[in-house]
Nanobody, 115 residues
Framework: QVQLVESGGGSVQPGESLTLSCAAPESIFSNLAMAWYRQGAGKPRELVASISRGGSTNTADSVRGRFTISRDNAKSRVYLAMHSLKPEDTAIYYC?????????WGQGTQVTVSS
């Protein structure tokens, strides 16, 4: 089991920013590709952004230009910087990695965007 711990969620107004953080095991982090998913109420879980071991990134069309994924191998953390937040970004955000043939998920952190 790979333990992933998210933090940084909260309630903000439209147009504001938040940065999510996900801590992963130090011993294996540099070998992990990481991703952020989200799940809004009544919606399927969707991929938001991913980052390879080497730092290459992919971002969903719905958030491109507003969200940025990054990683700090020294701190064993992956981040999701979210700007110009919209009400439709409201969701539970999950950190994800695939290790040893299995998908591993964090507990999720709630992001609410509302005026």
């Amino acid at each position: 089991q790979v333990q992933l711990v998210e933090s940084g969620g909260g309630s903000v107004q439209p147009g504001e920013s938040l940065t999510l953080s996900c801590a992963a095991p130090e011993s294996i982090f540099s070998n992990l590709a990481m991703a952020w998913y989200r799940q809004g109420a009544g919606k399927p879980r969707e991929l938001v952004a991913s980052i390879s071991r080497g730092g290459s990134t992919n971002t969903a069309d719905s958030v491109r230009g507003r969200f940025t994924i990054s990683r700090d191998n020294a701190k064993s953390r992956v981040y999701l910087a979210m700007h110009s937040l919209k009400p439709e970004d409201t969701a539970i955000y999950y950190c994800n990695t695939r290790y040893d043939g299995w998908n591993h998920w964090g507990q999720g952190t709630q992001v609410t965007v509302s005026s």
